[in-house]
Structure formats: structure tokens, C-alpha cells
């Protein structure tokens, strides 16, 4: 059940940020910041990215090279699962 429950919460935590991004992009946003929980179960690739701010249609870039849109949006899992980031949107 615990499994049912990481991949329903990573899922929706990454569904979330490109509805996001899709808001934002409608509304004219042309940068996104990245945010973490500020806690212990940060991981240290998402922690490197807060505060970052990109252009809306860049991606962000951790320190081992793992690139996405979003927070939820990595090309590998170890990046992916449990994220709790979010994005923030500015003109």
C-alpha cells in the first residue's frame, strides 16, 4: 500500500506544477522560481535549486545533470519520487 501511496503523491505533486506552468504561461509569466519544503527530507540535488529563478520555458539543471521543467518532471526516479517542490511565477 505504501508504494500505491509514494507513486499517488509523486503523481500528483508533478500534475500540480504543470498545471502550474500551464497557468502561468496563460497568464504571462516569463520566469518560474524553484521551492523546496526547507526541511530535512529535502534531497540535496532539489535543495541546490531553491531559490533559482529560470525563464518560464527553461529547464532547471541539478548538480549531477538531471534536467526538468518541474519539480516531478526529472528524467531519472531518484529525483522524482517524494518530490514535495513547487514552483513559484513572476513577470
Known sequence: ASDIIRVVE???????????LNGAKDNGAKFKTWNTMEDFKVRDSHDALAGITVPLDDKFVTYDGDEAMIPGGFETPQNNVNCRCWLTFGK
Do not use: I
Not at 509523486?10 to 502550474?20: F, P
Open 10 to 20: 509523486t503523481d500528483g505533486n508533478r500534475v500540480y506544477n504543470y498545471g502550474g
